[in-house]
């Protein structure tokens, strides 16, 4: 049975409305309002308990997933329950993911749902762009290329029209929500094995600190896009 919550709330986090500079077709694919991605308003809702929830093993799978088309390799803990929002009836998902430093760069792909992104440094750093993400639209026929900054979350809400791909700077984790009220949009594509209890307790463990790090960090300006559609 799925959990429950309230009513996503409609505060902002910081770098979450898109810039001056933001192209009108990025606008309409990689959405930064939580008032446009109820998505990513469910991911702002659920961030202040989500740090206790790690605290729990049995809340999550822990996987080591790789993905076929380019070899990129990383890390997820996949909520067990879903999460179904009071108001709307709409059911939602929680994961953690965690990149590392090295390796190829992910491969441009849509999405199996509707998804939420709230990207984190995995260690302090004073670098803070983490990955720079291409994407494009099928259905606008516009495409670009965006600097990821650590606590900037974006979502994108039409999951077969709209692929992305993550090219990591650095080690890296993000908190993913999806929205999993219908059915799948195309079948799964990634490979996957469990990972080891030890491994498991230490990817929570920094998801946990990551997340209570990005808590407690004052608000920053909002971050420009990259130069110009690619």
Not at 26 to 54: K, M, N, Q, Y
Not at 176 to 186: A, F, I, N, Q
């Amino acid at each position: 049975m799925p959990g429950s919550i309230g009513s996503p709330s409609r505060g902002v986090e910081p770098g979450s409305r898109p810039t001056a500079s933001s192209s009108v077709g990025e606008a309409r694919s990689i959405l930064r309002d939580p008032d446009a991605s109820p998505t990513l308003a469910v991911l702002l809702d659920v961030l202040p308990v989500l740090a206790a929830r790690l605290k729990r093993a049995r809340h999550w799978a822990a996987l080591r997933i790789r993905d076929p088309e380019s070899g990129l390799v990383y890390e997820r803990l996949a909520g067990r329950a879903r999460l179904e929002v009071c108001a709307t009836g709409r059911v939602y998902r929680l994961a953690i993911h965690r990149f590392g430093g090295e390796g190829p760069p992910g491969a441009m792909h849509d999405h199996r749902f509707p998804i939420a992104v709230l990207p984190l440094a995995a260690a302090p750093t004073v670098e803070d762009v983490l990955y720079e993400m291409p994407w494009r639209d099928r259905e606008l026929g516009t495409s670009g290329r965006i600097l990821v900054r650590d606590g900037e979350s974006y979502a994108i809400e039409r999951a077969s029209a709209v692929l992305h791909a993550v090219h990591g700077r650095g080690p890296h984790l993000s908190v993913v929500v999806s929205d999993e009220t219908e059915p799948p949009l195309r079948e799964l594509r990634l490979e996957w094995e469990p990972m080891r209890w030890r491994e498991a307790r230490a990817l929570r463990r920094a998801g946990r600190l990551a997340i209570e790090a990005h808590q407690d960090r004052p608000e920053r300006p909002v971050a420009t896009r990259s130069n110009g559609p690619g």
